[in-house]
């Protein structure tokens, strides 16, 4: 007779092995779908934003996808826009260019290097 030699299965110790194994990979499928939700919010957000700067009048847009909404705005010489989502939220806010205001500005700088630092004469 064989005394060292006895039968035995994995079975048992396996299925605990696959459950756990299992359970960790939904949970990260799961923490990764939501950081891409987060993460398209947040895109989307500063581009609406980007567009309402673009703007020559005060418009709002209304922003609305899945687990998440928001809202972008410009009022006058900002831009401003939040959003909110499951376990997040973001605000933004811009200011708005204002190439004419910047031309008004280099003409004043452009005055004071010329020799004699006045104006033209």
Request: charged fraction near 25%.
């Amino acid at each position: 007779m064989m005394r060292g030699a006895r039968q035995a299965s994995y079975t048992v110790e396996a299925s605990f092995v696959m459950t756990v194994t299992l359970l960790v990979m939904a949970f990260l499928i799961r923490t990764a779908y939501g950081q891409y939700r987060k993460s398209t919010g947040i895109m989307e957000l500063h581009e609406a934003v980007q567009k309402v700067k673009g703007q020559e009048e005060t418009e709002e847009v209304v922003l609305q996808s899945g687990s998440w909404s928001g809202q972008a705005r410009r009022d006058g010489p900002k831009a401003s826009g939040t959003a909110q989502g499951a376990g997040w939220s973001l605000e933004i806010e811009a200011s708005v260019q204002d190439p004419e205001a910047m031309m008004r500005m280099l003409t004043i700088l452009d005055a004071f290097r010329e020799p004699g630092g006045g104006g033209k004469e």
